[in-house]
């Protein structure tokens, strides 16, 4: 069986628990404003020019095209994505079996890595097998049946919340969350480990209303361990440049560390324990 990744990191210490190799896959059924992964946009391969690498050789023409054999000398032309078998990405995987020590082992994440659910069980259940611990980073935005699939082979969820309000949603992501959210209710009655990760995002969900429903929300499911709240950055911004597209979220305004700290006592004040 064969997926569609854009890269796979090793030594990943925020996709879960231990040290960690997190592979990203590509397509993503959400259009979030501020995403800094918009190699995981797409499915397809595309490719990906970095005009400061460049050193004008003219070898792939005005079209910044390049045949099969041919090479971009700079590395400034590339492919995004890349099509692996899974006993590729379990190789990959296992070089590092010595560092995940009890607790690591492997994240799948993207995009979002559901759209390729098969792919993604395939591999979480050899890897399972040979005793690694298992994350799924998910949108939630997929049919049940998908996540279903996973259950079997996956220790932890990392789940993303990034608003209550449904309409609200809508607008800064393209999809509303009446899935998302139907799908943690779900995923919360297998009794499945939880994180929940939340961006906070200027002027999108960075006030009391909005994060004090999430948290009742998360306050009323067990099995979330943990929930993350994720400042917003802009460090994705000039990826959008090297793959044609015009980064979508503008904005000046910025989170104080005291707005910050007092979100997160939203969270607090309800015992949930908060990253
Ligand atoms: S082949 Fe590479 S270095 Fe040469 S012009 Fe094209 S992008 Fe620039
Ligand atoms: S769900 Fe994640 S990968 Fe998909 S668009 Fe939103 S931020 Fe980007």
């Known amino acids: 069986m064969t997926g569609t990744i854009f890269d796979i990191q090793?030594?990943?210490?925020?996709?879960?628990?231990g040290i960690r190799?997190?592979?990203?896959?590509?397509?993503?059924?959400?259009?979030?404003?501020?995403?800094?992964n918009p190699e995981g946009l797409s499915k397809a391969l595309q490719p990906q020019f970095f005009e400061d690498k460049c050193i004008g050789c003219g070898l792939c023409g005005k079209r910044k095209?390049?045949?099969?054999?041919?090479?971009?000398?700079?590395?400034?032309?590339?492919?995004?994505?890349r099509v692996v078998d899974e006993d590729?990405?379990?190789?990959?995987?296992?070089?590092?079996?010595?560092?995940?020590?009890?607790?690591?082992?492997?994240?799948?994440?993207?995009?979002?890595?559901l759209l390729q659910a098969d792919f993604v069980v395939s591999v979480l259940s050899k890897v399972k097998g040979l005793g690694l611990h298992t994350a799924v980073d998910t949108c939630g935005?997929?049919?049940?049946?998908?996540?279903?699939?996973?259950?079997?082979?996956c220790d932890l969820y990392l789940y993303d919340v990034k608003c209550f309000t449904s309409n609200l949603h809508k607008e800064y992501t393209g999809v509303d969350n009446l899935l998302i959210i139907d799908n943690l209710k779900r995923?919360?009655?297998?009794?499945?480990d939880i994180w929940i990760r939340i961006p906070v995002i200027p002027g999108f969900n960075d006030y009391a209303s909005e994060m004090t429903q999430i948290a009742e929300l998360v306050s009323s499911i067990s099995s979330v361990k943990q929930v993350t709240l994720m400042p917003y950055h802009t460090l994705g911004a000039s990826k959008y440049k090297t793959l044609g597209l015009e980064y979508p979220f503008d904005t000046d305004k910025r989170i104080s560390e005291e707005e910050f700290a007092s979100l997160k006592r939203i969270f607090c004040d309800r015992n949930i324990s908060v990253v």
């Open 187 to 192: 995923l919360a009655d297998t009794q499945k």
């Open 65 to 81: 095209q390049l045949s099969n054999s041919q090479k971009c000398p700079a590395e400034a032309l590339k492919i995004c994505g």
């Open 10 to 17: 090793r030594f990943s210490v925020h996709d879960g628990p």
């Open 88 to 113: 590729e990405v379990i190789d990959e995987i296992l070089r590092d079996k010595i560092f995940y020590s009890d607790n690591g082992g492997v994240t799948f994440s993207g995009g979002e890595c």
């Open 21 to 36: 190799t997190t592979v990203f896959m590509k397509g993503c059924p959400l259009r979030c404003r501020w995403c800094h």
């Open 141 to 153: 935005y997929v049919p049940w049946e998908e996540l279903e699939k996973t259950l079997p082979y």
